[in-house]
């Protein structure tokens, strides 16, 4: 098993949803985080004042994919990952020793109650 974690556009997680859904990746870890790189300031304007930002939003995305799997996840998410917006395009895969689930079930996440209510 493989941990893959990866930083993406902020607008790119519907689509990437949808490809690791259809290469059976069922659940992702999405997280919205900022990030620093050199040459990443941006000019604000903040109540009058100039402010210089070094901080970019982005996504980042962590999912659990087989040994199989994880060649094509990494190719999907290299793909959504776009160096001209400002995003290194970095994918990071980890070995992963041992994994424990509370779940299995294809409708873990709709099974709650609490989610049902909570979806308006």
Known sequence: M???IAHLPN???ESVRTELFDLG???TTISEVH???PGSAKTLRYRGATVRSHLRPELRLECVATA???PAVVSVL???TS???GFGGSVAVLELEELYE???ADGAFTSDPRVDAAVV
Do not use: N
Request: aromatic letters at 4%.
């Open 68 to 70: 199989a799997q994880s």
């Open 2 to 4: 493989k941990l893959i």
């Open 35 to 37: 990030s620093s790189a």
């Open 11 to 13: 607008g790119a997680f």
């Open 78 to 80: 290299r793909e959504h």
């Open 25 to 27: 990746v069922l659940r």
């Open 83 to 85: 160096s001209d917006l």
């Open 102 to 104: 509370a779940s299995l």
